[in-house]
C-alpha cells in the first residue's frame, strides 16, 4: 500500500512536470484543416466573428485572423478559403423524431398537411390501388383543423370506400391523433363496447355509439399500431441513414431524438457502431408501453442504457408525457377550453399525472442523473410539471438533472421566472410562432385571444430561462428545416407567406438571440453544451457555411438560406452539389 502511495505521488508529479511540454506539442503541430477568409459567426467566445479557424483530431484548436491561423498550417494541411461566406456552428435540433420522419418519407403514404378531407381521401385511393394484397395503407398528415369533420359516420364510410378494403391508419400533423378505417378497426378488435383506455380518447358517434374512427392520444390507438406489420429493419436502417443526411443537409449537427423505444435505440446504435451517425444524437427514453410488448420502458430501459451508448449516440434523457394537444382538447389548461357538446362549459383538460406521481417517477430518473423531457402543451401541465420538479429538487437536492418542458406552448406569467429559478430547460417546438394550421385549430378550442399568446419567447429570455430550439420534425411541419423557425422567431411571421398576419409579435427576438437558442442553447439543453453549439478551441468541430450572412440581408429572407457545407467532428457530412 505504501509503495502504491509514493508511486501515485511520483506519476502525478511527473505528470505536472510533462503537462506544459504536451501541451506545447499539441500547439506546434500543424492543422489538419484550416477554414479561412470567411464572416465566420462563432455565437460564443473571446468574439462573435472571426475570420478563420483550425481544426486537429476533430476539434478547433485555434479561432481568429487570417494571419493567426495561417500560422498553424502544415504541408498536409487542408485549406478551405470561405471566399468572405458566412460560416456558422451547426444547428442543434432539441426535439425531433429523425427516424419516423425519414421513414414516412420514403414509406408512407404522405400528403400535405394542409390538403382538405377530399384530397386526403384521394391520396389513400391512390395509394391503396398501388398496395399489395394484406397490406395496409399508413400515412400522414391530416391537419387538426380537419378533426370536426373526421369524427362523423359519413367521413368513415368516405375513407372505407377509399381504401379498396385494406386497413388504413393515418396520423395528424401533432403525431397526438390517427384516424382509422373500419378494417383496422375490426383487426384491432375496437367496437362500441370498447372504452376508453387511461390517457386515450377513442370517439364515438353520439347518435348510435359507434367508433368514428378518431382516436385521440397515444394510449386509445395503441391496439391499432400492434397490428401494423412492423417496420423490417432493413428499411429502418435505410430511414437511420435518410435522416441523418435530411438534417445534415439543413444544417444540423446535433439533435435530441424526443422519444425513443428499446427499437429505435437499437437501430440508432447499430448505426452509430457501424458507419457512424453524422452528428450528436440525444436520445429520449419512452416511459409508454410499446407497439412491441417485449421492449423495454421508462426505469426498465433506462437501466439498459449504457448497452446503446456510442460514439456518438448518447441515451441520456427520458420522455413524459404529461398531456396531448390544444387542438384535441387533450392538454390540460388553467382556464377552461371553449364550451362544447363532447365537454361542456367547464372542462380544463386532464393531465396524464396527478403531481404525486409526477414526483414519484420523476425522482427516480432524477436520482440516477437522468434528465427527463416532459412533454407539457397547456399552461396547467407546464405547471404540474415545474410543481413536480420543484418537489424533486427539495428531494434530491440542487441542482439536479436538467430537465426540459418540452413544447411549453401556454406558460402562466407567474411562472416564467420559475424555469430559470428550477434550471429548467423551455424546449420550445414544433416552429408554430407563427401563424399555422396548428394555430388556427387552437384557436377553434381556446379561442383567438388565448390561442394568440402562444410562445412567450421574448419573456423566457428576459426571466433569464434556457430556451432551446426543436423542429418536431415530422409533427407539426413535415421539415426539419431550421430556418424557417429562426426567421419566425424574429418576424413572428409565417416565411412561407402562405398565413398572413404576425402571432404575438411583442414576443419577437432579435436575430443573434434566435440563432443561439438554435446552436448553444440546444446543446447545452441537450447536455452537450461544453462539446459543441459554438466554435470555440476544444470543441467539436462542428460547423456549417451558407450561401448568404445571416445578418446582410433583410430578415424575412433568413428562411430562403441554403446550407452548402455542413461538418461534424471535422469532418465534411454534406456538401451542396
Not at 483550425?54 to 491561423?69: H, K, L, Q, T
Not at 449516440?313 to 377552461?336: M, S
Not at 430556451?467 to 418536431?472: H, Q
Request: some cysteine.
Amino acid at each position: 500500500m505504501e509503495r502504491n502511495k509514493h508511486g501515485g505521488r511520483l506519476a502525478a508529479a511527473l505528470a505536472g512536470l510533462l503537462l506544459p511540454w504536451v501541451l506545447a506539442a499539441a500547439q506546434a503541430a500543424p492543422a489538419e484543416l484550416i477554414v479561412r477568409n470567411g464572416s465566420i459567426y462563432t455565437v460564443q467566445g473571446k468574439t462573435a466573428w472571426a475570420e478563420a479557424f483550425a481544426v486537429r483530431d476533430g476539434r478547433y484548436v485555434a479561432v481568429g485572423s487570417n494571419a493567426e491561423i495561417a500560422k498553424l498550417a502544415g504541408p498536409q494541411t487542408r485549406v478551405i478559403d470561405l471566399q468572405s461566406a458566412m460560416a456558422m456552428p451547426g444547428i442543434n435540433d432539441v426535439h425531433s423524431h429523425p427516424l419516423d420522419g425519414a421513414y414516412e418519407d420514403l414509406y408512407a403514404c404522405n400528403f400535405p398537411p394542409f390538403s382538405t378531407l377530399q384530397q386526403v381521401l384521394a391520396r389513400v385511393a391512390d395509394c391503396a390501388a398501388k398496395a399489395e394484397p394484406g397490406d395496409w395503407v399508413v400515412g400522414a398528415a391530416w391537419s387538426s383543423t380537419l378533426m370536426g369533420e373526421i369524427a362523423t359516420p359519413a367521413a368513415l364510410a368516405a375513407l372505407d370506400r377509399a381504401s379498396g378494403g385494406h386497413p388504413v391508419l393515418l396520423r395528424d400533423e401533432t403525431f397526438h391523433n390517427r384516424w382509422a378505417n373500419s378494417e383496422a378497426m375490426k383487426r384491432a378488435g375496437i367496437s362500441a363496447a370498447s372504452a376508453d383506455p387511461a390517457g386515450g380518447i377513442i370517439v364515438k358517434d353520439p347518435a348510435s355509439g359507434q367508433p368514428t374512427g378518431l382516436f385521440k392520444e397515444f394510449p386509445a390507438f395503441l391496439a391499432l399500431e400492434r397490428q401494423v406489420p412492423p417496420r423490417t429493419q432493413a428499411r429502418q436502417l435505410a430511414a437511420a441513414k435518410a435522416a441523418g443526411a435530411t438534417l445534415n443537409a439543413v444544417g444540423i449537427t446535433g439533435v435530441q431524438d424526443a422519444f425513443s423505444s428499446e427499437g429505435t435505440l437499437r437501430i440508432w446504435s447499430q448505426v452509430d457502431r457501424g458507419p457512424g451517425l453524422p452528428l450528436h444524437m440525444v436520445a429520449s427514453l419512452s416511459t409508454m408501453p410499446s407497439a412491441d410488448p417485449a421492449e423495454h420502458t421508462g426505469l426498465a430501459l433506462a437501466d439498459l442504457r449504457e448497452n446503446y451508448r456510442g460514439p456518438n449516440l448518447k441515451p441520456d434523457f427520458a420522455k413524459i408525457f404529461l398531456d396531448g394537444i390544444p387542438p384535441a382538447r387533450t392538454a390540460e389548461f388553467l382556464q377552461p377550453y371553449l364550451p362544447d357538446a363532447e365537454h361542456g362549459a367547464h372542462f380544463h383538460g386532464k393531465s396524464n399525472y396527478t403531481r404525486a406521481q409526477l414526483v414519484e417517477l420523476l425522482s427516480e430518473f432524477d436520482k440516477r442523473g437522468i434528465p427527463v423531457k416532459l412533454h407539457a402543451t397547456g399552461d396547467g401541465s407546464v405547471r404540474l410539471a415545474l410543481d413536480a420538479i420543484a418537489e424533486v429538487r427539495k428531494r434530491n437536492g440542487m441542482p439536479g438533472a436538467r430537465h426540459q418542458v418540452a413544447h411549453a406552448s401556454f406558460i402562466a406569467d407567474s411562472d416564467l421566472a420559475r424555469f430559470r429559478q428550477l434550471g429548467v430547460t423551455a424546449d420550445i417546438s414544433p416552429m408554430i410562432w407563427y401563424p399555422t394550421g396548428i394555430g388556427m385549430a387552437t384557436a377553434m378550442a381556446i379561442g383567438r385571444e388565448r390561442a394568440a399568446h402562444i410562445f412567450p419567447i421574448l419573456d423566457l429570455t428576459r426571466a433569464g430561462a434556457l430556451v432551446a430550439g426543436g423542429s418536431d420534425w415530422p409533427a407539426g411541419q413535415p421539415t426539419p428545416n431550421p430556418w424557417m423557425g429562426i426567421e419566425g422567431l424574429v418576424t413572428r411571421r409565417d416565411p412561407a407567406g402562405a398565413i398572413p398576419g404576425a402571432l404575438w409579435p411583442e414576443q419577437a427576438v432579435d436575430l443573434a438571440t434566435a440563432l443561439r437558442i438554435y446552436t448553444l442553447n440546444s446543446a447545452e439543453a441537450m447536455g452537450l453544451g461544453a462539446e459543441t453549439g459554438s466554435i470555440e478551441v476544444g470543441k467539436s468541430a462542428d460547423f456549417i457555411v451558407l450561401d448568404k450572412n445571416l445578418f446582410k440581408i433583410p430578415v424575412t429572407q433568413v428562411h430562403t438560406a441554403t446550407v452548402q457545407q455542413t461538418y461534424f467532428r471535422g469532418r465534411q457530412v454534406f456538401h451542396k452539389d
